[in-house]
């Protein structure tokens, strides 16, 4: 009997383990898939959108400013989790509504209580579509499931690591990308997930190119990047997906090869 454990249990292993690496990336795409549907789906009829941010907003007033682009999102609030933001100077500019969640200071790791109080204001503005433009929270899973969203992201996610993870997730990550040598930075448009900057990629930036011999100022870089490319690429998504002309066969989009300017 010990014998035949000893002869079986590896191969049983062996099997069990091939079929999970065999099944996990199907999973995945599976799983991608159905979440960019619904989202398409979503922006196909006339949903009730929230902006959220934390900081200067400067996406979200590119995003406010070229709404004509795509009239079928209503956007409806902005929501914030900094006080100190320009989030409510911006909804009060374009009469949106505000919303702020509290932060619970004393637990700051019950980030669960505090999507419940974000939640609970989003609803009661019936808001359907999120948009994340700089909103530096880790979403809680639960959140999700209601209210399902867009984020950009001031990296390329493609770019992974040894085992398939995006390389630049987070915060400082320009200076990331300037330390590890990279040719170029980019900005990404992805599904939100619950984890950092994860997410099925949508779209890519134009690339900034990065010479060697240089020695570049990330935070200057990162400004350049907002202005020439987040602020282009964002209302671009927003247009595709509000015109319903994005599919899923088509991701992710390279704005570095591709025209993705739309009539
Ligand atoms: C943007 O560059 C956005 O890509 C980044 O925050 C900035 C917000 O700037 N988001 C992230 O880093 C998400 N991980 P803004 O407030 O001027 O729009």
């Not at 099997?15 to 979503?42: E, T």
């Not at 934390?54 to 070229?66: D, F, M, P, V, W």
């Not at 987040?230 to 066969?249: A, I, M």
């Amino acid at each position: 009997m010990i014998h035949i454990l000893q002869c079986t249990l590896p191969i049983q292993m062996k099997i069990k383990l091939r079929s999970a690496y065999m099944i996990k990336p199907q999973v995945a795409k599976q799983h991608d898939h159905i979440l960019f549907d619904r989202i398409a789906n979503i922006c196909k009829g006339n949903p009730r959108v929230a902006i959220l941010m934390s900081g200067t907003g400067s996406n979200t007033q590119a995003i406010l400013e070229q709404r004509h682009r795509y009239p079928n999102l209503n956007f409806a609030a902005i929501a914030t989790d900094e006080l100190a933001s320009q989030a409510s100077l911006i909804a009060s500019q374009y009469k949106l509504s505000f919303i702020f969640a509290k932060h619970h200071d004393d637990h700051p790791w019950r980030t669960k209580s505090f999507f419940y109080d974000l939640a609970d204001k989003l609803r009661y503005l019936n808001i359907n579509f999120l948009v994340y433009a700089g909103f530096m929270k880790i979403v809680h899973p639960a959140f999700l499931i209601e209210f399902p969203g867009i984020n950009i992201h001031p990296a390329d996610l493609t770019i992974k690591d040894k085992i398939g993870i995006p390389r630049y997730r987070g915060l400082g990550v320009i200076q990331q990308a300037l330390v590890a040598g990279e040719r170029y930075i980019a900005s990404t448009v992805h599904i939100i997930e619950a984890k950092t900057d994860c997410g099925l990629v949508i779209a890519i930036s134009k690339h900034l190119p990065l010479a060697t011999g240089i020695i570049y100022n990330a935070d200057k870089l990162h400004e350049e990047l907002k202005l020439k490319y987040e602020h282009v690429l964002y209302p671009q998504v927003l247009t595709l997906l509000g015109s319903g002309r994005l599919s899923y066969d088509q991701l992710p989009l390279r704005a570095e090869y591709q025209d993705l300017d739309i009539s």
